[in-house]
């Protein structure tokens, strides 16, 4: 596990110095990824310009359910955002090369070129955040103000789930590493709108079935004092903990399951 | 004519070419349906909360949602054409083999990714956009006309699409390494195609501003005109400036870059 963690540090490490190499693309790759997702915010503003309420939610709801959910991903993105480069080092034989390595192979597919320009999706998601929670109106108390931090980290463990899930799927799949950004990216997307906005099966399949929900609707629904489309009890809010440690654990024994299956091209 | 033989040689090899992943294929037509699903939802809220907005009634709404996942793909708007592959060439030094092929460079890479979208549409964008029309209440038109207007307006936005991201790859003989340009580029073409909000919900100015960049031909214009909004020859002849003004840079572009760049070896 430290050699692991070791690795992966080192393996960043690298490939921090090797973007720098190319400053200009860092710094406007840096700001695209911050701008990408600022677009994404400016379409919700753009919205917000015709309506005054969006599924029942304003604006700065929807922001604080944005920043939730933007920052919770762009941290799993910026850690291990790389491996669904996995399939093309599967197609091509170069995972052979890491396999031979005295070192986890899942640290070094995680670091696989470790991109820093993925801040900037964190930095945005964060001043969205911020601003967010200085409009919306909560009844803060002690609960509620742990609950933040929680939520965040266990949001993020919940993205990085599904990247470790997919990387997994890739071995069997190889050409379809695009089916996870489905899950991905189409995750934090969904992630960023009220739940009161989509239909209550899918709802329900993102919240019992790839439990989703766990990163921003459920604790963000309790704090803000909404009702969540589903009827579950309010101790769920608290369980984003829990949910995300479980994704982690089927996540490994997938990552596991996929590398023991794992056959070399050959070439 | 022997010179026409071959581009459609190369665009047929471009089709072939993305023909042969069927499993990319396939993950992408699910890719492209739950995306569809998310934005079909959010609009279907947004137009419920204010009917008629930018002049949409629902169900056209859902119309132009699922065209977007058709085209999205298609037309590169968050890369993946044939520049990706230029880029790199550029950067490793193969360009100066192209450059050798008894073939214009532009032709050849206009052919490549002409094959490329054709199949992209056939293979990536006709499952979700069936899938859209079937599930949610869509609008279709019933005449043939309109289809045959709209059909027109397909090979139009592929050409406009292709002269944005012919510049972007150009880039590279000065930079040499594109990410960043390209990043840029699928920005702005999310944004302004009117992948993330249709671009007659902008408002005021940004709106008249975005209606009338090279990137509203892309998805907004096909979409007017196969929703009834937009006077097809007019339609015509917007995309068909852009693409003219783009491929005329791009020739200028390549002919300076030809001219005075050092090709990287090694």
């Known amino acids: 596990m430290l050699a692991g963690v070791r690795a992966y540090g080192m393996i960043a490490g690298m490939w921090v110095r090797s973007t720098m190499a190319y400053r200009a693309s860092f710094a406007m790759t840096t700001f695209g990824n911050f701008a990408a997702t600022f677009f994404d915010f400016v379409t919700i503003m753009l919205m917000f310009l015709r309506v005054r309420a969006l599924g029942g939610y304003t604006l700065a709801e929807v922001a604080f359910l944005y920043g939730l959910s933007a920052v919770s991903f762009g941290l799993a993105d910026l850690a291990i955002g790389s491996m669904d480069r996995l399939g093309r080092r599967v197609r091509d034989g170069t995972l052979d090369t890491l396999l031979v390595r005295p070192v986890p192979v899942l640290a070094q597919v995680a670091a696989d070129r470790f991109a820093l320009r993925r801040l900037g999706r964190v930095v945005q998601g964060s001043l969205v955040l911020g601003w967010a929670l200085t409009r919306v109106e909560i009844d803060w108390t002690p609960s509620k103000l742990l609950l933040m931090p929680v939520t965040v980290a266990s949001g993020c463990a919940i993205f990085c789930a599904v990247f470790v899930a997919g990387a997994a799927f890739q071995f069997v799949a190889q050409d379809a590493s695009e089916v996870q950004n489905a899950f991905t990216y189409g995750g934090t997307t969904l992630l960023q709108y009220p739940p009161t906005v989509f239909a209550k099966e899918l709802v329900r399949g993102v919240t019992f079935v790839l439990p989703l929900a766990f990163v921003n609707w459920l604790p963000a629904t309790y704090v803000l004092g909404r009702p969540y489309p589903l009827d579950l009890p309010r101790w769920v809010a608290f369980t984003p903990p829990l949910v995300a440690a479980g994704c982690c654990a089927l996540a490994g024994l997938a990552w596991r399951a996929g590398l023991r299956s794992y056959r070399s091209t050959g070439s | ?266």
Not at chain 2, 190 to 212: D, H, I, T
Not at chain 2, 238 to 264: C, D, E, K, N, P
């Open chain 2, 1 to 266: 004519m022997g010179g026409g033989r071959l581009y459609v040689a190369v665009a047929a090899g471009g089709f072939r070419r993305y023909a042969t992943y069927r499993a990319a294929t396939a993950a992408g037509v699910f890719t492209n349906t739950v995306f569809g699903l998310i934005l079909v939802y959010t609009y279907r809220a947004l137009w419920d909360a204010k009917p008629h907005l930018g002049g949409y009634d629902e169900a056209q709404v859902v119309t132009y949602v699922w065209l977007g996942q058709a085209f999205l793909s298609t037309l590169a708007i968050g890369g993946g054409g044939v520049e990706e592959e230029l880029m790199d060439r550029i950067r490793t030094g193969d360009v100066a083999i192209d450059l050798h092929r008894p073939a214009d460079l532009q032709l050849w890479w206009l052919a490549a990714d002409l094959g490329r979208a054709f199949f992209q549409l056939l293979g990536r964008g006709l499952v979700p956009f069936a899938f859209g029309a079937l599930c949610f209440p869509a609008y279709l038109p019933t005449d043939a006309g309109t289809w045959l207007a709209f059909l027109v307006t397909v090979p139009l936005a592929m050409v406009v699409g292709f002269g944005m991201r012919y510049l972007v790859a150009l880039s590279a003989f000065w930079l040499l390494d594109g990410t960043g340009v390209g990043q840029m580029m699928w920005l702005a073409g999310y944004f302004c195609s009117g992948m993330l909000l249709p671009l007659n919900v902008f408002p005021g100015a940004l709106g008249e501003v975005v209606r009338a960049l090279p990137w509203s031909s892309l998805l907004q214009a096909p979409a007017d005109v196969l929703l009834g909004h937009a006077d097809p020859l007019r339609t015509y002849l917007f995309q068909g400036a852009w693409a003219a003004v783009l491929l005329g840079l791009g020739r200028l572009v390549q002919s300076a870059a030809t001219r005075r760049v050092v090709v990287q070896g090694g």
